[in-house]
C-alpha cells in the first residue's frame, strides 16, 4: 500500500531505540521524500542511527523532553514548516506496586508520563489545525485496558493521557487533526526488561524463565516486534487514517482478556 507520505514532515520522540526508532526508520523508508525531527536523550545515538543512512532528510534534536528549554526546542523545528505527524513516545516510569510508591516517585511520574506530552500537544495543534492537517499518535501501553502488575505508576498516568487524547480528538476532528494512541502489550524492546525484571524477582526465579512465562501468556506465543508496531503507526500516520480518531488501539499478540482488548 502507498501511505501517501511524499513531501511529509514528522517528529519522533525516544527516536533512539524500541518503538520510536522503529516509527521513525519506517517512515523514513517509506519514500526519500519524508523527512523526520527524531528526539532522545542520546544525541550521539541519534547520530549513529540517522545521520549517515538518511542525511538531510533527518534533523536530529538531542534533550530531555521534560525540560522546558529541550521541548520549547522542539516545536520550534516542528513548527518551521508543515508538520504532518507527531508520534509522543518516551519510556516509562519505575515498577512498583500501590504500597511501595511515595508521593515524590508520583510527582516524578506524572513529568516523565504525562506532563510533556500535554504541554507538546497543546504547542503543536494550533498549527495543526491552521492547515486543516495533522496526527497525533500517543504510544502508551495496554495497562490503560488492563493493569500490568508491579507497574502502577505507569498504569496510572497512561489511562490519564488516553482521557485527554479522547478529549482533544473529540474538540479538533472537524478540523483535520485526529489523535489516537496504540497500546502495545509485550514486546521484544529494551523497555521490557525491566518488568520481566521484576517478575524474575517476585516469583524467585530467573530472567530467561520469567521471560518464558511472559511468552507463554501471550495468544500468538512471542512477544512482539518493533517493525510490527511500527506499521501500524505508519498507517494511522497517514491520510489513509484520516476516519480514524480518538481510539486506543491494542498491538498485544492477543494478551489483553477483556471482550474490547
Not at 524467585?204 to 511500527?230: L, T, Y
Request: one cysteine or more.
Amino acid at each position: 500500500m502507498d501511505l501517501q507520505l511524499n513531501g511529509y514532515r514528522f517528529l519522533v520522540c525516544g527516536a533512539s531505540s524500541g518503538f520510536g526508532r522503529a516509527i521513525a526508520e519506517t517512515l523514513l523508508s517509506e519514500s526519500d521524500q519524508v523527512e523526520c525531527i527524531v528526539t532522545a536523550r542520546r544525541g550521539s545515538l541519534l547520530q549513529d542511527i540517522y545521520s549517515k543512512k538518511y542525511g538531510n532528510r533527518v534533523t536530529i534534536l538531542e534533550g530531555d523532553l521534560t525540560q522546558s528549554s529541550t521541548l520549547n526546542e522542539v516545536v520550534k523545528a516542528s513548527t518551521s514548516a508543515p508538520l504532518q505527524g507527531a508520534v509522543l513516545n518516551a519510556g516509562g516510569p519505575p515498577t512498583g506496586t500501590p504500597m511501595e510508591t511515595s508521593m515524590e516517585q508520583w510527582d516524578e511520574a506524572f513529568r516523565l508520563v504525562m506532563r510533556w506530552k500535554i504541554d507538546l500537544s497543546l504547542k503543536l495543534v494550533p498549527h495543526m489545525t491552521g492547515q486543516g492537517y495533522g496526527r497525533l499518535l500517543f504510544v502508551e501501553s495496554k495497562s490503560i485496558k488492563q493493569p500490568i502488575p508491579y507497574l502502577v505508576l505507569s498504569n496510572s498516568f497512561r489511562a490519564g493521557i488516553a482521557g485527554f487524547a479522547k478529549s482533544l480528538a473529540t474538540e479538533i476532528a472537524s478540523k483535520g487533526v485526529t489523535v489516537n494512541l496504540l497500546a502495545p502489550g509485550a514486546h521484544d524492546t529494551p523497555a521490557i526488561t525491566r518488568v520481566i525484571e521484576r517478575r524474575s524477582k517476585s516469583e524467585g526465579i530467573s530472567f530467561e524463565q520469567a521471560k518464558a512465562k511472559a511468552e507463554e501468556s501471550i495468544p500468538v506465543g512471542r512477544m512482539g516486534k518493533a517493525e510490527e508496531i511500527a506499521s501500524l503507526a505508519a498507517w494511522l500516520l497517514s491520510p489513509h487514517a484520516s476516519y480514524v480518531t480518538g481510539q486506543t488501539i491494542s498491538h498485544d499478540g492477543g494478551a489483553i482478556s477483556g471482550l474490547f482488548g
